[in-house]
């Protein structure tokens, strides 16, 4: 009896004992009580942190850029032909836009077809998008007939891409007859300063040559938006531009703020016209706009244009892989000519007749 007792209790001592262990060893292996501690005095010394961060990193509310031209300083238009190109058209738009820049760009119709994208973007950023013809031919070789259809076939590519139809066209070459610039309902214009960007190919040269030229107000800078070289010097030249003092306009701003007047239909603005004018003193605001200077506002969305181009999209990739004169790499190459000029730099730039591919 006494060691039945005794051995009674000692089994309950060790039951209990065990169920001691078991729950001690509980808490110990699976649970968050002995483990959460840790965890929140880990987090701890984070929490701040975490909790400060939001006030720490919030912006700035950044104000809107307002981009306000003072029609009596300096003021120079970069403008760029032959794109749009699939790289260099969007990597010079980079670069304005970082510098709230604006260029204007001379596009070929059937390359508007094949890359509708950065021109959406030029106009979205509010660069001048104009129309370089739709293939890029000697328009003054034309008869009438083929020179407009030239030319609503291109302006056809700008609509389907969701940008206007442009009233402002370059004639490839700098190429005209008295049709051409007289009887298109266009305006054609060439340019004063030849950077002769498609020869040399090289951004030194090019950036040279621009930093040379003593004073390049009231100029109209030609360059070509399809080479990697001109994408470059334009890294450097919208910025070095800036701080001589020289604000980056459109054409048609040039034109309405520098010279007076707004670009009109069937009228040509070529070597006699610029070598003519010279700075207004009544500056004249673009349509839309109450003061020269001050800007217009954009009736349309970036979101709204993008919508509405997006069905060209498919349609134009299909145009630009038919086209017959593009080479091996699908990119619009240039066709050297021997033309007689007609945009000289009234800058001191050599003037004799040269080859020349604008
Ligand atoms: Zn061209």
Redesign the pocket.
């Known amino acids: 009896m006494n060691r039945f007792f005794s051995f009674s209790f000692a089994l309950l001592l060790l039951i209990s004992c065990t169920a001691c262990v078991g729950r001690a060893a509980a808490p110990v292996g699976e649970d968050p009580p002995v483990t959460e501690p840790q965890g929140v005095a880990a987090a701890q010394p984070a929490e701040p942190e975490t909790s400060d961060e939001p006030e720490a990193v919030e912006p700035e509310p950044e104000e809107p850029y307002v981009r306000v031209i003072d029609p009596a300083k300096p003021m120079v238009a970069l403008t760029f032909?032959?794109g749009p190109h699939e790289t260099w058209s969007d990597a010079i738009l980079d670069v304005l836009e970082e510098n709230h820049a604006l260029a204007t760009f001379f596009e070929?119709g059937r390359n508007v077809r094949a890359y509708p994208e950065p021109v959406r973007r030029m106009a979205e950023l509010g660069c001048e998008v104009a129309s370089?013809s739709n293939a890029?031919k000697d328009l003054s070789k034309l008869k009438k007939k083929a020179l407009l259809k030239d030319l609503d076939t291109a302006d056809a590519a700008f609509t389907d891409a969701g940008v206007e139809a442009p009233t402002l066209v370059r004639p490839?070459?700098g190429a005209v007859n008295k049709t051409v610039k007289s009887a298109t309902g266009r305006s054609m214009i060439t340019w004063t300063v030849d950077t002769e960007d498609w020869k040399s190919r090289d951004t030194q040269t090019i950036v040279d040559y621009v930093k040379s030229i003593d004073n390049l107000d009231g100029e109209i800078v030609l360059m070509?938006s399809i080479y990697e070289s001109t994408a470059e010097a334009v890294k450097i030249l919208v910025p070095w531009l800036q701080e001589q003092g020289y604000q980056l306009v459109t054409v048609t701003e040039l034109l309405a703020y520098y010279y007076g007047e707004l670009p009109q239909p069937d009228s040509f603005y070529g070597y006699t016209y610029f070598s003519t004018h010279g700075r207004t003193d009544t500056p004249v605001p673009l349509p839309g706009e109450d003061v020269p200077g001050e800007g217009v506002h954009a009736e349309e969305t970036p979101e709204d244009a993008a919508g509405e181009a997006e069905a060209a999209l498919s349609e134009g990739s299909e145009a630009a892989s038919e086209d017959p004169a593009e080479n091996e790499d699908g990119e619009w190459k240039?066709v050297r000519v021997t033309e007689t000029s007609v945009g000289l730099s009234p800058v001191g730039v050599p003037s004799a007749p040269m080859a020349l591919?604008?």
Request: no cysteine; proline share 27%; hydrophobic share 10%.
């Open positions: 032909d032959d070929v370089h890029h490839p070459y070509h240039p591919y604008p």
